[in-house]
């Protein structure tokens, strides 16, 4: 079967390489890292000590990875630590959070044996920790083969991908036997994952590693250059859409216009696209909305204090200027893309929207809804769904003493739910002190 697999994955790689291609050439998508993607890395200078592989898929994960970087250090001061990503932005941000602990942060290998085989001989491991669920089977095949421990940490299966791994059960439970831990948000993540075959007593449950995350000081510094330079005050209210995917940029500033046309104050937008590539894009929706604006990229001018609207073309920002915004839309929600994380504005105590598509965080916005501590949209097209935004940020702009109980509301279950680094750290205690020898010398034999 994983012969199968990594034929499918090297056919898959060249039906898509004409893509590949065009996307470096128009975003420079994929170009970066191309070597460390093939293995390539140079070799970590360890002193002798253990190596521990951390993997964060992209910004989310990196994000989430904070406090479990931060305990790992405290708890394990004689360990290296390095970071690996899939994305181009998760690469970025992940250089810029990590710089003073990770000894290398660098691109996760394709998923040929080869490729990881050179990975994982340069890096050296002691212990490989997966952020959230990531399932690569040549990756996990190898390091079982070298005996090199792998847990799934702040590990969650969605509905839908348990779904979609239910077609291929079979060949995920034996994917899974090369997980040495399975540490869950949640008893509905444990439970599918069992069901998916990790066995039980390797199955285990921690809570939401970004409940802590959002909660971790972090500079204030963009925060405060953005309000002085912007002028962004209470008299002013600033609306933030973060994590926005199309659709939603064309839908938000119909909702900020009619907003505008329907009130005396003056009230401000900042637009932060998920994706980098799309700025452009975005920049030529606000060119032709009527709307004044500037990119945040932008040199200072006379209209950064003035303009109506603030293009986020910057990486790793948005969660420092969650404070500064009266209320905050996250994306990714009406269109169909399962949300993004509201953990962070909730921390602040930001007034939170979201739309009706959140399944990648299901449980979390459940949990908020029931507490009202959250707005969600119901279900609607695209062209309703500016009109009902429109009309929840009327809402909430003009009664301020709402939108702070919910705002307060969504930090005091922040507070609550706090603890899942602890209890992380104290499940791999056994997994990160291992004696393990180190795998070198397994790699070059089995090469």
């Not at 702070?404 to 005091?412: D, I, N």
Request: with cysteine; aromatic share 8%.
């Amino acid at each position: 079967m994983y012969l199968v697999y990594s034929s499918l994955l090297t056919l898959g790689f060249l039906v898509l390489l004409p893509r590949f291609l065009l996307d470096a050439l128009r975003h420079g998508k994929y170009v970066a890292g191309f070597r460390e993607r093939l293995g390539a890395l140079s070799k970590i200078a360890s002193g002798g000590r253990p190596v521990v592989w951390i993997h964060c898929v992209s910004v989310g994960e990196s994000q989430a990875a904070r406090p479990l970087v931060h305990g790992i250090q405290q708890r394990f001061p004689n360990h290296v630590l390095v970071i690996s990503t899939t994305t181009l932005t998760g690469q970025t941000l992940a250089r810029e959070l990590f710089k003073a602990e990770a000894a290398k942060v660098f691109y996760f290998p394709f998923d040929w044996r080869w490729t990881v085989r050179r990975a994982l001989k340069a890096i050296n491991p002691s212990a490989v920790l997966i952020i959230e669920t990531e399932l690569w089977p040549g990756f996990l095949y190898e390091c079982n083969r070298q005996q090199i421990p792998v847990a799934l940490v702040n590990g969650r299966i969605s509905h839908q991908s348990f779904r979609r791994y239910k077609w291929v059960s079979g060949f995920v439970s034996r994917v899974l036997e090369s997980v040495s831990v399975g540490i869950m948000q949640t008893e509905a993540d444990a439970e599918r994952i069992r069901n998916l075959g990790l066995r039980p007593d390797k199955v285990f449950i921690s809570g939401n590693l970004k409940f802590d995350a959002g909660s971790m000081p972090t500079s204030n510094s963009s925060a405060d250059e953005l309000q002085e330079r912007f002028n962004i005050t209470s008299e002013a209210p600033l609306v933030l859409a973060a994590s926005t995917h199309a659709p939603e940029e064309r839908v938000v500033l119909a909702a900020f216009q009619d907003l505008r046309n329907g009130s005396s104050q003056t009230i401000r937008l900042l637009l932060a696209p998920r994706h980098p590539e799309r700025f452009a894009e975005v920049a030529s929706l606000l060119n032709g909305s009527g709307l004044t604006w500037t990119r945040r990229s932008n040199a200072s001018s006379s209209i950064d204090r003035t303009c109506d609207a603030i293009l986020l073309d910057t990486i790793g920002e948005l969660p420092t200027l969650y404070s500064l915004a009266a209320v905050v839309f996250v994306g990714g929600s009406i269109a169909n893309h399962g949300g993004h994380n509201i953990l962070e504005p909730a921390a602040v105590g930001a007034a939170i929207i979201t739309g009706a598509h959140t399944h990648n965080f299901e449980d979390i916005v459940s949990f908020f809804s029931e507490n009202q501590a959250i707005i969600q949209l119901p279900v609607m097209s695209d062209g309703q769904a500016d009109s009902a935004l429109a009309d929840v940020l009327k809402e909430l702009l003009a009664d301020i003493p709402r939108r702070r109980e919910l705002g307060q509301r969504a930090k005091h279950l922040v507070e609550q739910n706090q603890g899942a680094t602890q209890r992380t750290l104290d499940l791999l205690d056994s997994l990160l002190v291992s004696d393990r020898q180190q795998p070198s010398t397994a790699s070059s034999a089995g090469a």
